[in-house]
Nanobody, 120 residues
Framework: QVQLVESGGGLVQAGGSLRLSCAASGSISSINIMRWYRQAPGKQREWVAAITNDDNTNYADSVKGRFTISRDNAKNTVYLQMNSLKPEDTAVYYC??????????????WGQGTQVTVSE
């Protein structure tokens, strides 16, 4: 059984910062790509950032230069540092981890989501 637990969301004023965390636990054999997505009210879920197991990163144009994704392999945790937040960053943020659990092949797993609200 694999679980992803997210934390770090909240309410912040425009221009502020938040740091999201997503910890994977359970019978994990290997973790490959770790990603963050977000879904604003009435919109489709969109990809935000990704980090490979050799620390290559990629970002959506809308967050490039403001958000930083990182990972701690010893803790099976991925982070999203969000700076210079804008009201349009308001969304539920989800982590997505492509991993292999014991006795199984690679699969995508999703966190439960954490709310980020940016006020004017």
């Amino acid at each position: 059984q694999v679980q992803l637990v997210e934390s770090g969301g909240g309410l912040v004023q425009a221009g502020g910062s938040l740091r999201l965390s997503c910890a994977a636990s359970g019978s994990i054999s290997s973790i490959n790509i770790m990603r963050w997505y977000r879904q604003a009210p009435g919109k489709q879920r969109e990809w935000v950032a990704a980090i490979t197991n050799d620390d290559n990163t990629n970002y959506a144009d809308s967050v490039k230069g403001r958000f930083t994704i990182s990972r701690d392999n010893a803790k099976n945790t991925v982070y999203l540092q969000m700076n210079s937040l804008k009201p349009e960053d308001t969304a539920v943020y989800y982590c997505n981890v492509y991993l292999r659990s014991l006795g199984s092949g690679y699969k995508n797993y999703w966190g439960q989501g954490t709310q980020v609200t940016v006020s004017e």
